[in-house]
């Protein structure tokens, strides 16, 4: 595969360039980024183009925040994407390289004519592109159960652009959240709940069961009204044809007012009450299952078009996310 634009992350860049204080990054600020500096300085980029991506990615008026920033970051990123990808034959490169999103056509990558919404449906796209190739791996588990940590942190900084981004409802609506958005089937499309990673599923049964038994997706189908709702996860276990079998595990969930532990601002809270869980020849308590413990509690983070981001934090400070899709 081809090789990252940049040597470091969005993240560590910014940290950087705000010296870690974790203010904004003005237009003069970027004169620090050594790695930037030197595409322009060889002519690989305009300074316009700089110009207009600092100008979009703007969240306020003292310069670009950590989400705004890695909006830019990717926007120079894609810019020189086209040229890899033309270089490049149709294969999937090495997950974590500039390559990893499918390349745009010319049209698309006409920077002056990026408007805001070009870069949200650009996110978005980009998230999904993501996780598809991540859950069209054949060698892989799906859901990013087995996913490289450059991979990961690539994921993390598109969901941190989304959630900064208009389009998302929880965004605009100041952190509340209404039932009806949530209601019906979504598809796990991607978690980095360490739990999950290290059960291989959410029941656990996909490391215990046999060594040919796989996870092979997750559900959950949210009903009700906002005073009283029902919830069902149905986990696939992959064992061949003839073994194969779902676990169920029931229960009601709730939406309880909270407050974002990084922000201070307000936010909405999944709450689910587990029940029962159940698969061929078993039904229990849901409590004797401590495996089930990420998808208790989850804040609401991203309400995009059928994209549901959910985010969970340990005692310990650990963060996880859920990234959901609505079933059609």
């Not at 360490?194 to 796989?214: D, H, Q, V, Y």
């Not at 009204?225 to 069902?232: I, P, S």
């Amino acid at each position: 595969g081809s090789e990252p634009l940049f040597s470091q992350s969005p993240g560590e860049v910014f940290a950087q360039l705000t010296a870690a204080t974790d203010a904004a990054v003005t237009y003069q600020d970027l004169r620090k980024w050594n790695e930037l500096q030197e595409l322009l300085e060889d002519g690989e980029m305009l300074e316009s183009e700089l110009q207009t991506f600092y100008n979009e990615a703007m969240s306020g008026e003292d310069g670009l925040d950590s989400g705004g920033f890695a909006r830019l970051y990717w926007a120079i990123d894609d810019l020189f994407e086209d040229d890899v990808d033309d270089a490049a034959d149709n294969h999937v490169a090495e997950a974590g390289t500039a390559s990893e999103a499918p390349a745009e056509s010319p049209a698309d990558s006409d920077v002056n004519s990026n408007t805001k919404a070009d870069m949200r449906t650009n996110v978005l796209d980009d998230l999904l592109s993501l996780l598809s190739e991540i859950n069209n791996d054949p060698q892989s588990l799906p859901c990013g159960l087995d996913c490289k940590d450059s991979v990961r942190e690539r994921v993390a900084d598109l969901i941190a652009t989304l959630r900064d981004d208009n389009s998302n409802l929880v965004k605009t609506n100041g952190g509340v959240v209404e039932v009806k958005s949530l209601i019906g089937t979504w598809s796990l499309l991607y978690t980095s709940s360490l739990t999950m990673i290290i059960n291989k599923s959410l029941s656990g049964l996909g490391r215990s069961t046999s060594e040919g038994a796989k996870f092979g997706g997750l559900k959950q189908t949210l009903s009700g009204t906002k005073y009283f709702g029902e919830c069902k996860f149905v986990e696939r276990i992959d064992a061949g044809e003839d073994a194969s079998f779902d676990v169920v595990v029931d229960g009601e969930w709730q939406l309880k007012d909270g407050v974002d532990p990084y922000t201070g601002e307000l936010i909405t809270i999944l709450k689910a009450d587990l029940i029962r869980l159940a698969y061929p020849g078993n039904n229990a308590k849901a409590d004797d299952w401590a495996s089930l413990g990420p998808i208790k509690m989850l804040d609401i983070i991203c309400v995009v078009d059928d994209i549901l981001v959910l985010r969970g934090v340990t005692l310990t400070g650990e963060e996880s996310v859920f990234v959901w899709q609505k079933d059609e």
